[in-house]
């Protein structure tokens, strides 16, 4: 029992630690892949990682995952600004991600894999978030994967996998073409295009519907709890549908995991 826990402590540990590096592919991510206006923030190597706020560098000792967060308060070490619930979320989804993985699969490639497939999935939907855009930076690798774990049918099979890329990628597109004739602006943008394509080419096309059917019970739901917030919703207000989308993905995966019927 002891040498399980060590395995479930270790998962956590280390998808915190990748949750961390998220938060900088997070940051740096759409600067660096030119999706905002906004001044050059470095690549995933370098510079080292700074306040925002005042520019002051983070040292090794305030960069351990989650804990820093809590021992600093949830404040700048330098200059006491507020360091975004972001971070720390990240980081807690991505220990969830790493334990939720061995929990599906035990000590297997498919729990490898479906780590993977979580952290993109994260990365994704917090840059959506954060930006609107869905970057083919991640969202195409994602798909390459999908398909290559698939050649070796470890969540579907390799047809399957192929038939859920291309109707993935084909249903939004089709969806968001009739949308702009009727009404003269996008509905639906390529990165959840591509998105749906990933997650066709990891669960196979069956898993398609209830994915987008998930996807737009979370989005609405979002959407009203963002209202219930204070935020002013109109007709034309554009709504990020990659973070339920993600979320959906996710869920999909668990419930492929633990063999539900209604994902296959």
């Known amino acids: 029992m002891m040498t399980v826990w060590v395995f479930y402590i270790t998962a956590a540990m280390l998808g915190a630690v ?19 206006d906004a001044p050059d923030r470095g690549n995933l190597v370098s510079p080292r990682s700074a306040c925002p706020a005042c520019g002051a560098k983070i040292s090794i000792a305030h960069l351990i995952p989650l804990l820093s967060y809590a021992m600093l308060g949830g404040k700048c070490a330098a200059c006491g600004a507020r ?3 972001r971070y720390p979320l990240v980081e807690l989804m991505g220990a969830a991600a790493g334990v939720v993985a061995l929990l599906l699969f035990g ?27 869905l970057p083919d930076a991640l969202t195409l690798p994602l798909i390459g994967l999908g ?17 859920g890329a291309v109707i993935g990628y084909g249903a939004f597109r089709l969806i968001d073409m009739a949308f702009t004739r009727l009404r003269g602006v996008e509905g639906l943008g390529q990165g959840d295009a591509k998105l749906l394509a990933a997650l066709g080419a990891w669960l196979g096309w069956a898993a ?12 609405l739901a979002g959407a009203g709890a963002a209202a219930l917030g204070g935020a002013k919703l109109e007709r034309e207000t554009p709504v990020a549908f990659g973070p339920a989308l993600a979320a959906a ?16």
Do not use: C, K
């Open 18 to 36: 990748l949750g961390s590096f998220l938060n900088v592919v997070i940051h740096r991510g759409p600067t660096m892949w030119n999706l905002i």
């Open 83 to 85: 360091i975004s619930l």
């Open 107 to 133: 000590l297997t490639a498919q729990a490898g894999l479906a780590l993977i497939f979580f952290l993109f999935l994260i990365a994704l939907g917090a840059i959506d978030l954060e930006t609107g855009y």
């Open 147 to 163: 398909l290559a774990a698939n050649a070796f049918a470890q969540f579907t099979p390799i047809a399957g996998a192929l038939l």
């Open 208 to 219: 398609l519907a209830p994915v987008v059917f998930l996807a737009a019970l979370l989005g």
């Open 249 to 264: 993905g996710a869920l999909a995966m668990i419930a492929r995991g633990l063999r539900l019927p209604f994902f296959f």
